[in-house]
């Protein structure tokens, strides 16, 4: 059975031809290259696209990505136009694929001068505001922003609460092997539902919880990041504010430290060891642990701290040794191994 195209649109698309092709236009009429200076043309295609799972046009090639690398990195045979419209098909891809397209062309790995950024998010956005669609900052990653395609009610420049309908319609594009579980689409690749930010944040939500001290926010924070961009369910304190402001912490943290979520990664300094939050976290991770008698916590170390509750033979990982991306894909095969990712 062969794997579904995420290229191919399934049903309406609300960002138009019209405006695609202007964006495209203007983004190959800069200097710098749309996937910027970092990465090279096929790496940068590999963020958004499942390369090595759709078929190669050489015939002496079997994926997409070994097509790409021969002609557009060895032999520089394919223009960029060729690239994105024939290959990326941006033009009557699934919008929300369209959406992630620009998603990368913003991202810091690619495009990390924040003045050129903010040049290509002006122009961007100035194009899709007639079809009632924005980027807007959606996180960020090291002190540097990101961005996500987002819908507004109508086109215009304000932007209100869209219509759960036209959001049910918006994803209903996407082709169901990039919402679901599959072992021949990179995590990366996958969209998530735009819905599911309404979601109220529970102890069922969440694939992961990350518990650490906020000494190590930096390192965490990027790990949150590069989860979130491989379609990991995660719970990262600071991106729920508003929904932690005036709960009970004692209560709310032992729900969701405690609860159903596959792994707790663990992130031990001797400021963890401490703090006062830190050790809510750990003990009802250390509860949910002892009573499913399985495997839930994930020690990610920063020092030599040792920490009560944690048994020595518990096998731990080095901050030192795995950046914050390393460690992001270390989480995913976890969750291909109890068949989450």
Not at 21 to 38: K, S
Not at 53 to 68: H, Q, V
Not at 263 to 290: Q, T
């Amino acid at each position: 059975m062969s794997t579904p195209d995420p290229r191919q649109a399934t049903g309406p698309s609300f960002i138009s031809e019209v405006t695609r092709h202007a964006i495209v236009d203007e983004l190959l009429l800069r200097d710098e290259p749309y996937y910027g200076r970092r990465l090279n043309e096929v790496a940068f295609l590999n963020r958004f696209l499942p390369l090595n799972s759709l078929p190669a046009t050489d015939r002496r090639f079997r994926t997409l990505y070994e097509d790409l690398v021969q002609h557009v990195v060895n032999n520089n045979d394919y223009s960029d136009i060729d690239v994105l419209s024939g290959f990326a098909k941006v033009h009557s891809c699934p919008d929300l694929l369209f959406g992630r397209f620009l998603e990368e062309c913003l991202h810091p790995l690619v495009r990390d001068d924040a003045e050129a950024r903010a040049e290509l998010l002006e122009m961007f956005n100035k194009h899709l505001k007639a079809d009632g669609f924005e980027l807007a900052q959606g996180g960020s990653i090291s002190g540097r922003p990101i961005f996500k395609l987002k819908a507004l009610a109508q086109p215009g420049p304000v932007a209100s609460v869209v219509p759960l309908d036209v959001a049910r319609a918006f994803y209903d594009q996407v082709p169901d092997v990039l919402k679901t579980s599959s072992p021949d689409i990179p995590q990366a690749a996958k969209i998530p539902d735009p819905l599911s930010s309404i979601t109220v944040a529970s102890a069922d939500t969440y694939d992961v919880v990350l518990s650490y001290a906020s000494e190590q926010r930096g390192y965490v924070e990027a790990v949150a990041a590069a989860l979130n961009a491989r379609g990991v369910r995660y719970f990262y304190d600071a991106e729920h504010t508003a929904y932690l402001w005036g709960k009970d912490l004692n209560e709310t943290l032992g729900k969701i430290y405690g609860g159903n979520a596959k792994f707790c990664v663990m992130f031990i300094s001797e400021a963890y060891s401490r703090k006062d939050w830190p050790i809510v976290e750990r003990r009802n991770a250390l509860m949910r642990a002892v009573r499913d008698r399985a495997e839930y916590i994930l020690p990610v170390r920063f020092d030599e701290t040792m920490l009560d509750g944690l048994p020595q033979s518990v096998v731990y990982v080095s901050s030192v040794d795995f950046d914050p991306h390393q460690l992001a894909d270390m989480v995913v095969q976890k969750l291909h191994q109890v068949g989450l990712a």
